[in-house]
């Protein structure tokens, strides 16, 4: 029934599934779905952000950026589309205007652990070290073990001068986290050398792979690293 608005959406959100593994007219064929939807619902935003969301998925910043502007036309308080309109300015090298956005969608959407990560990488990015602090630590408290956030915050704890406090968070860290959080294996090679140097007897058949080093030493090596041993100087970032 081409007269009833949640037929065409579900056709759009059928082609939006399959653009990844289809050629240029299978977006266009999610875009022009949403595009009926939004002559029977033409106040709705996430109409306008899922045309966004298909436009990001071909890397059209522009585009998806101009759907993204018309949902928060339409509804100016629409935190989703502010948060994508932040990562697409930060993609554009617009950091004040995705600072703005940012703090636009974590003020809308304040126990958002997304937005609020966002919010405090792109601070973290800008050089505002205080800020950025605030912003994650408020996200941690919302989320305990959201280790993308305690990683920037041992980073700021190092930034601070606090090297052994950072060293410590990001031991525990380790033992926490699985091998595909998107900066493990920068955290790994900073803390190898040191633990290389400081946990006595560790050999290279100890240490193993460099993935699950921290375990390693302590559970086949029996020597646990704590915090008396962690030293005050800085790990090389």
Known sequence: NPAEPLNWINLGRIYEAIV????????????????????????????????????????????????????VEVKNDYAPAHFLLAQIEA????????????????????NDIGALFQLGLLYYQNRQYGDARLVLERSVSISPNYSNARYFLGVKRDLD??????????????????????WFTQLVMTVEPWLAKKVAGMTAVCAGSRMRLILRVSRDCGTSPGLNSIPDEPPAI
Request: no cysteine.
């Open 20 to 71: 990844p593994f289809g050629d240029q007219s299978v977006s266009g064929s999610a875009i022009n779905a949403y595009a009926e939807a939004l002559t029977r619902f033409p106040s709705n935003p996430e109409l306008y952000l899922a045309q966004a969301r298909v436009e990001l998925m071909q890397n059209k910043l522009k585009e998806a950026k101009d759907f993204l502007l018309k949902a």
């Open 91 to 110: 993609q554009s090298g617009n950091s004040a205007e995705a600072i703005r956005r940012a703090e636009t969608a974590a003020l809308l959407s304040p």
């Open 161 to 182: 001068g606090d090297h052994r406090g950072a060293i410590a968070d990001w031991l525990a860290l380790l033992e926490e986290t699985p091998g595909n959080a998107p």
